[in-house]
């Protein structure tokens, strides 16, 4: 693997610099440091995975070896316009991410002035697509998820729902809004709140918590807040679940609640087993390669946005087959019409460029194995 | 009421005992050398990197401990010898620049490390155990944590009252010339300053970090500027001082975070205002106060104008 | 200080930096025609002005005043957000402040006018600020601006105060950078001046602040800097001096945080930290303190460094069969921050030491004064 990468890495080198190759160059615009970085790793990872599998597309007629071209947003929105600049100045024909809404909403206006389609894999706020051309999504969005989560919750028969997110984080704030308006609407309470960025102590907000008598607590944040929110739930032996959004669907996350007594539901996009060929190519993948191994947090489970990550892979390839042209103005306009069948399910574009679906899954974590148990696939009527 | 504020003031102790192991490190070099070490925050997460590190690399735990606070100890005292020593001479705004351009430099070598991912830091057994208090649940460092800082404080303040370093310590903190012309090796004063200072530190991220679980290269700044404010609070140079200010910090801080729901519980506010986003925020408000009101905080000493 | 020693009568040496900055503008303005947009170039022309402007902003403070000031993020928050409050189309603020039904705010103003009021709210903020803050001494007055930078940060992240700011939540689709360029009825850009524009605003502020430190002002505020006490003696009034240096230097910053606006596109809170003032406050230093055409040049450098010629340290480089070792993400800042520590420690004059760009052309033209040699050393 390392030997094929550093003859693909030489031959980049060689030929970005005559530029005679046939190359298209797909942009990865991901968080692989920062808050998020664990799960933007995830998500690289189905990429890698899809790359590797289908290495070349064919456009026109003529037969492109696609690179990957990575640029780092680092979860945040101040490193987000550097990061998109790059993939810019790279000329990259399509841009996959990001994992995180914030960042997504960020780097847009530099895609949409560089005429560069993105594709979101896994940013789920609505603002992320709505009244833009260039922003195209596979995932569901916030209102469904925020409705799916309330409507799960009110089912379990809790009244009042604790909600806590990061300041200034578009995916959090965002899902906080679509729960509570849902969970309010079947007649609960909602309390929201939220923690100025890098906090890590937590003890006092799930404290609030139980003050408020809170049959739930509601935290769509990031991976590294989640798993301590979990693992000070677990030494205040809180009784309330936890309850959070896609992002939370990680085995890092799984880990944090291993071996304690505090239940973490959560909805997401894909669950193991639903394509059992992707499950066992992408693990035997993964096993294969220490990195990748790493990345993924260490054991072969696949995450959500994983799954994702490589079903944005092939979007971006059916789009550029579509456009026959690896010019990006092209790629943009082709888009739209593209639909596949993924391994998260049938991908297809409406009006506003987000992907039509009407399902999540609900999972949980066995707190004596670690892993994500399947609970219920969950639609939204309407 | 009551059962309602203690959870918060149980956190607010815990947190603020480990604020102060940081104020003193802070108070000491200010008291020394008059600097602001920017770079005391970031040592103090180079401590839990390196134990995340050390534990990962399979060195047993009892001896990750002691190794962790002595080689944090040793980052403190080459952090002195290399970017505050040379500039003895300099006006003190550089000096100021050097501990930033450390600050910057500790946590970009950390992100560098670490790939800027998250790590979780080792369980330390017993210390990480839960237990009951009074009614609330929690881990048994936060118990811990005030008894370890009252004991650590006598034995500094007996230190210094007590024993020749410490004359020298008070001799070089008084007047910087004066002790030198008295015979006193000032470099080997400051040095030890730096030890004890950053040992200290290393204690407070053991505690903090079994805590709070997570260290990220970031996961220093905000601990070390609340630790600062705490010096500054208590009179920045007195040991009694920073630890008094950083348990009030503590404690205000976790109780600011359940302000909405204690106002609410007491009928003083018709419902939740979102008060908690100000939790780190006025820390910095009571720091304006008092440098407002009273600029040499709590239990400082005048300090007079040299032209 | 040996600008303020010259004859009033401009000689040649001014007139020749005036020409190469003219020259250098020109440049920039055929530049951009030629090469295509998207060029990293571009990118750190537009950021290395923003920076440029909010380091002499700085500058004038922390070199020419002797202020320590550390609240340079906090003010450059405040340009941003008015910046971005006052200039989002009225069409676009149902979705901007889509939790906030539209925002309280229900007018626009020229890009122009917002500026300006970004400007005038951080001195305003700055003379609110500077009551209490500027009484302190050098370092708790440090940490008093910083502290203050952390609470305007809270506050505009405050839920309750939404309906304006936005809360937590991003401001964004208001008239950027790109928006200077003209353009033909079908949307074809004909002249591109998304670069020329920045850089002329950091000009023209510049350009003031130069003015500034050279009047009678500015000597003041030197005087004040060497010895406080001994300009209180002269008859310079402390307290007014220094809150008006102070209101100048946020004033430009504001403007200065409203030009990162439009460079990010976007602004949130969350992102002006401390992290970013000290990112400023190093870049001061490396292009020496106390001299403008230093810190400019700093800015442009830093910039340059950080987001185009170090990149390729962030990535794994193979030259033949031999992959360097070392390189991974976030070596590129390590590299930085050793440049950084021996700057600071070595060359602690900076780039320029106290010289402007006038001096340098003075030296060359073998008229150097020998005044040079005192630098920043207090």
């Known amino acids: ?382 | 009421m009551w059962s309602t504020v203690f959870p918060y003031l149980l956190s607010g102790i815990s947190v603020g005992g480990q604020y102060a192991l940081i104020a003193i490190g802070y108070t000491m070099v200010y008291g020394i050398l008059r600097l602001i070490n920017f770079a005391h925050g970031d040592v103090f997460m180079v401590a839990g990197i390196l134990m995340v590190y050390m534990a990962a690399s399979g060195v047993p735990l009892w001896l990750c401990l002691p190794l962790v606070l002595v080689l944090t100890a040793v980052i403190g005292f080459v952090i002195e010898r290399v970017a505050y020593k040379p500039l003895r001479a300099a006006p003190r705004m550089s000096v100021m620049i050097s501990a930033i351009g450390v600050s910057y430099t500790l946590q970009n070598l950390v992100l560098y490390i670490t790939g800027g991912l998250n790590q979780i830091y080792p369980t330390i057994p017993w210390i990480s155990d839960n237990v009951t208090i009074l009614g609330a649940s929690t881990k048994m460092v936060t118990i811990i944590t005030p008894i370890l800082t009252l004991v650590l404080v006598v034995a500094l303040v007996w230190l210094i009252n007590h024993t020749k370093i410490g004359m020298a310590m008070r001799a070089v903190s008084r007047d910087f010339e004066t002790s030198q012309l008295m015979g006193i090796k000032i470099n080997r004063v400051i040095s030890t300053t730096f030890v004890i200072g950053t040992f200290l530190a290393g204690v407070a991220s053991v505690l903090y970090f079994t805590n709070y679980t997570t260290v990220i290269q970031t996961s220093g700044a905000m601990p070390g500027l609340k630790a600062f404010v705490a010096a500054v609070f208590g009179g920045i140079g007195s040991i009694p001082g920073a630890v008094v200010g950083a348990f009030i910090i503590g404690i205000a801080e976790n109780l600011i975070k359940g302000l909405d729901i204690i106002l609410f519980k007491a009928g003083l506010i018709p419902g939740p205002m979102g008060l908690a986003t100000f939790s780190d925020a006025f820390t910095f408000a009571l720091l304006i106060i008092i440098l407002a009101v009273k600029p040499t905080g709590l239990f400082g000493e005048k300090i007079t104008d040299k032209v | 200080m040996s600008n303020s020693l010259q004859k009033k009568k401009v000689d040649s040496a001014t007139i020749i930096s005036a020409v190469i900055v003219l020259a250098l503008y020109a440049l920039v303005f055929v530049a951009e025609q030629i090469i295509p947009p998207t060029s990293m170039l571009f990118t750190v022309l537009k950021k290395g002005a923003t920076y440029a402007l909010v380091a002499v902003s700085m500058n004038l403070l922390n070199g020419f005043t002797g202020i320590f000031s550390l609240g340079q993020a906090g003010f450059m928050l405040v340009g941003a957000y008015v910046y971005g409050i006052f200039t989002i189309p009225i069409v676009s603020r149902m979705d901007v402040y889509q939790y906030y039904n539209g925002g309280l705010v229900q007018f626009t103003l020229p890009v122009f006018i917002a500026m300006l009021l970004s400007g005038l709210a951080a001195a305003l903020l700055a003379l609110l600020i500077g009551l209490p803050v500027l009484r302190l001494k050098s370092d708790y007055l440090a940490i008093a601006t910083l502290g203050f930078a952390e609470i305007i940060r809270a506050l505009f992240q405050w839920d309750k105060l939404g309906p304006i700011t936005n809360g937590s939540n991003m401001l964004r689709l208001f008239p950027t950078f790109n928006d200077f360029n003209i353009r033909a009825a079908d949307g074809h850009v004909t002249v591109y001046l998304s670069t020329l524009v920045p850089l002329l605003i950091a000009g023209v502020c510049i350009g003031v602040i130069i003015l500034l430190i050279n009047s009678t002002f500015g000597r003041a505020l030197r005087a004040i800097k060497d010895d406080e006490i001994a300009a209180e003696a002269m008859g310079i009034r402390l307290a007014s001096h220094k809150r008006l240096a102070f209101c100048i230097s946020s004033f430009f910053a504001g403007v200065g945080g409203a030009m990162l606006a439009m460079y990010q596109t976007t602004v949130q809170a969350k992102s002006f930290t401390t992290a970013m003032t000290y990112e400023i406050l190093l870049i001061v230093v490396i292009g020496g303190i106390g001299s403008v055409t230093g810190s400019c040049l700093s800015s442009f450098l830093f910039v340059a460094c950080s987001e185009w010629w170090l990149r390729f340290l962030d990535q794994k480089q193979v030259i033949g069969d031999f992959e360097v070792p070392l390189l991974r993400n976030g070596f590129r800042l390590v590299v930085f921050s050793i440049i950084i520590m021996i700057v600071v420690l070595f060359f602690r004059r900076g780039i320029m030491g106290t010289n402007e760009l006038p001096d340098v052309i003075r030296k060359l033209q073998g008229k150097g004064r020998s005044s040079k040699k005192g630098g920043q050393g207090k």
């Not at chain 1, 003529?62 to 987000?80: M, P």
């Not at chain 1, 195209?136 to 997110?165: E, H, S």
């Open chain 1, 1 to 382: 693997m390392k030997k094929v990468l550093a003859i693909v890495l030489a031959m980049m080198l060689a030929l970005s610099a005559a530029a005679l190759a046939e190359t298209v160059k797909i942009g990865v615009y991901e968080p692989a440091s920062g808050d998020s970085g664990a799960g933007g790793k995830q998500e690289m990872l189905g990429m890698q995975y899809a790359n590797q599998e289908t290495p070349t597309v064919e456009i026109g007629g003529t037969t492109y070896d696609v690179e990957l071209v990575y640029a780092d947003n680092g979860s945040s929105t101040d490193k987000a316009p550097s990061a998109a600049q790059q993939l810019v100045s790279e000329g990259v024909s399509v841009v996959l991410g990001s994992y995180g809404s914030g960042v997504s909403i960020a780097g847009s206006q530099y895609f949409a002035d560089a005429n560069i389609p993105a594709i979101g894999v896994t940013c789920t706020n609505p603002q992320v697509t709505a009244g833009n051309s260039h922003y195209f999504r596979i995932c569901f969005l916030d209102p469904f998820q925020g409705t799916v989560l309330a409507n799960y919750a009110a089912q379990q028969g809790a009244k009042t729902a604790y909600c806590l997110g990061e300041l200034g984080n578009d995916y959090d704030q965002g899902l906080l809004t679509y729960f509570k308006q849902a969970f309010e609407g079947l007649g609960g309470t909602a309390i929201v709140e939220s923690f100025p960025t890098n906090t890590a102590d937590f003890t006092s907000y799930l404290t609030n918590a139980t003050a408020y008598n809170a049959d739930v607590f509601f935290c769509p944040v990031s991976i590294a807040y989640s798993t301590q929110i979990i693992q000070q739930a677990a030494s205040q032996n809180v009784s309330f679940p936890i309850l959070g959004g896609d992002t939370l669907d990680s085995n890092v996350v799984a880990n944090a609640a291993k071996g304690t007594n505090v239940q973490v539901i959560i909805t997401t996009f894909y669950q193991e087993g639903a394509t059992p060929t992707f499950d066992e190519g992408f693990k035997a993948w993964l096993n294969a390669n220490s990195e990748a191994l790493t990345n993924n947090g260490g054991n072969d489970m696949i995450s959500a946005v994983s799954a994702m990550g490589y079903d944005a892979y092939y979007t971006a390839l059916e789009a550029l087959k579509a456009a026959g042209s690896t010019d990006s103005a092209a790629v943009m306009a082709a888009l739209p019409g593209v639909t596949l069948t993924g391994v998260s399910g049938a991908i297809a574009f409406d009006a506003t460029g987000d992907a039509i679906r009407d399902a999540a899954f609900v999972k949980k974590i066995n707190n004596e194995t670690g892993d994500w148990e399947f609970v219920a696939e969950q639609q939204v009527e309407g």
